[in-house]
């Protein structure tokens, strides 16, 4: 780890909360003068792509995760395909079918969610109430082996960095999307409250798995911010069988998995297998050839 300065001490405090307000505020202020929330997500989630960056250079967890031009290369196409193409196929298609499909049987399910209510509120509800199947289906990603298979994807880099965040097979980011996304849109949430949901999302997951050095003190109680995942990602699994949570920590901290050791940092990351492939294609492929994600 970096030798803090007073500077890097300060920093370390308030990057997390400081880019999440610069995210929201970017955010507002683009709906505000009329544009459309969906582009306004985007934006704020790439300014806030560009802070973790800087902050990643400048004042960096571990200098060693600083990532190969290689890996990157690869962790683009991971995000751009499997967590910004097929999140948007599936809700064009999907989501649209189904909706169709509850109408044309004349299920209503209006009443279910609060939508009279401020878009903060429902953001934070839909946080709340997304990671709770969630945290239980990530459970299942490590518990069961047929599943691990797939998971093992994104336990495969031996250094975070923000944009490893979107490594996932996509396979599992569509079931992902059918428990912590599909629910909300055909409960009719509306897309402001998506698209808050969306920005928070965002910059809690490229915090959560970049190489900044940060302290958040008390919000380790309620979100799962970087100094817990990174324990989440120990190649081994009695650590890394932690810190489920999506974006916060409290049903971690509820059913008993929070993890944050106080006298010692993570070690090494990634699967004992240090010879499991790392490119995009291979990737794809990696879940049907046993014996490749070994624990």
Same mark, same amino acid.
């Given at each position: 780890?970096?030798?803090?300065?007073?500077?890097?001490?300060?920093?370390?405090?308030?990057?997390?909360?400081?880019?999440?307000?610069?995210?929201?505020?970017?955010?507002?202020?683009?709906?505000?003068?009329?544009?459309?929330?969906?582009?306004?997500?985007?934006?704020?989630?790439?300014?806030?792509?560009?802070?973790?960056?800087?902050?990643?250079?400048?004042?960096?967890?571990?200098?060693?995760?600083?990532?190969?031009?290689?890996?990157?290369?690869?962790?683009?196409?991971?995000?751009?395909?499997?967590?910004?193409?097929?999140?948007?196929?599936?809700?064009?298609?999907?989501?649209?079918?189904?909706?169709?499909?509850?109408?044309?049987?004349?299920?209503?399910?209006?009443?279910?969610?609060?939508?009279?209510?401020?878009?903060?509120?429902?953001?934070?509800?839909?946080? &709340? *109430? =997304?990671? /709770?199947?969630? @945290?239980?289906?990530?459970?299942? !990603?490590?518990?069961?082996?047929?599943?691990? #298979?797939?998971?093992?994807?994104?336990?495969?880099?031996?250094?975070?960095?923000?944009?490893?965040?979107?490594?996932?097979?996509?396979?599992?980011?569509?079931?992902?999307?059918?428990?912590?996304?599909?629910?909300?849109?055909?409960?009719?949430?509306?897309?402001?409250? &998506? *698209? =808050?949901? /969306?920005?928070? @999302?965002?910059?809690?997951?490229? !915090?959560?798995?970049?190489?900044?050095?940060? #302290?958040?003190?008390?919000?380790?109680?309620?979100?799962?911010?970087?100094?817990?995942?990174?324990?989440?990602?120990?190649?081994?699994?009695?650590?890394?069988?932690?810190?489920?949570?999506?974006?916060?920590?409290?049903?971690?901290?509820?059913?008993?998995?929070?993890? &944050?050791? =106080?006298?010692?940092?993570?070690?090494?990351?990634?699967?004992?297998?240090?010879?499991?492939?790392?490119?995009?294609?291979?990737?794809?492929?990696?879940?049907?050839?046993?014996?490749?994600?070994?624990?």
């Amino acid at each position: 780890m970096s030798n803090q300065t007073p500077a890097s001490r300060v920093i370390a405090r308030i990057s997390y909360p400081g880019v999440l307000a610069i995210a929201f505020a970017l955010f507002a202020a683009m709906v505000g003068a009329g544009l459309h929330v969906t582009p306004a997500s985007y934006v704020a989630g790439l300014a806030a792509a560009a802070l973790v960056t800087l902050h990643e250079l400048k004042y960096p967890y571990r200098r060693q995760w600083r990532p190969a031009i290689a890996d990157t290369r690869a962790d683009l196409v991971f995000m751009l395909a499997v967590q910004v193409a097929l999140p948007y196929l599936l809700s064009i298609t999907l989501v649209i079918f189904l909706a169709e499909q509850l109408r044309a049987s004349g299920l209503s399910i209006d009443g279910f969610w609060p939508h009279e209510h401020p878009v903060a509120a429902q953001a934070a509800l839909m946080l &709340l *109430a =997304a990671d /709770f199947p969630r @945290y239980w289906l990530h459970r299942a !990603f490590h518990k069961f082996a047929f599943m691990w #298979r797939y998971h093992a994807v994104h336990h495969s880099p031996h250094r975070l960095y923000w944009l490893n965040v979107g490594r996932f097979h996509p396979i599992e980011k569509a079931v992902q999307f059918a428990v912590d996304t599909l629910p909300f849109a055909l409960l009719g949430v509306s897309t402001e409250v &998506l *698209a =808050a949901y /969306f920005v928070f @999302y965002a910059v809690n997951g490229f !915090f959560q798995h970049s190489n900044c050095d940060v #302290r958040l003190g008390a919000l380790n109680y309620l979100v799962s911010g970087p100094e817990l995942h990174r324990w989440h990602h120990s190649e081994f699994a009695h650590e890394s069988d932690t810190n489920f949570g999506n974006n916060l920590i409290v049903w971690d901290w509820l059913f008993g998995t929070r993890f &944050l050791p =106080a006298d010692r940092d993570v070690g090494r990351l990634g699967l004992v297998n240090r010879d499991y492939p790392t490119g995009f294609l291979a990737q794809m492929t990696t879940p049907f050839v046993p014996g490749l994600d070994k624990r």
